[in-house]
């Protein structure tokens, strides 16, 4: 099982753009689906984005696409979100998650991934 750790969150304004890393703790991202999920103060937690590494499919929330991004670099065993256009509706916690299917050919952002990160804040404020 690889341990995945979480980087990039801080403070920017609306508007701003911000990029989250998911950093893989060996090679075999391919193994995986990569989830984004969020979760604001008194809110439920949002799936955001997803990709299923090996087929390089992706899937985003209606609440971020066209702004919202997922990739992979392989040779650095990371996945990022790269968030544009940001606004205080995007201010949450953000949730590196994953789920070990190499023959994943699609993700669903509503899916309930088994491994969770520790999460690392997002605020947008001016």
């Known amino acids: 099982q690889l341990q995945f750790v979480e980087s990039g969150g801080g403070l920017v304004q609306p508007g701003g753009s911000l990029r989250l890393s998911c950093a893989a703790s060996?090679?075999?991202?391919?193994?995986?689906?990569i989830y984004w999920v969020r979760q604001a103060p008194g809110k439920e937690r949002e799936g955001v984005a997803c990709?299923?590494?090996?087929?390089?499919?992706?899937n985003y929330a209606d609440s971020v696409k066209g702004r919202f991004t997922v990739s992979t670099d392989n040779a650095k065993n990371t996945v990022y979100l790269q968030m544009n256009s940001l606004t205080s509706d995007d201010t949450a916690v953000y949730y590196c998650a994953a789920d070990r299917n190499p023959l994943a050919s699609s993700c669903s952002v509503r899916a309930t991934p088994a491994w969770w990160g520790q999460g690392t804040q997002v605020t947008v404020s001016s």
């Open positions: 990709i299923a590494v090996r087929a390089g499919s992706t």
């Open positions: 060996r090679s075999g991202l391919n193994h995986y689906i």
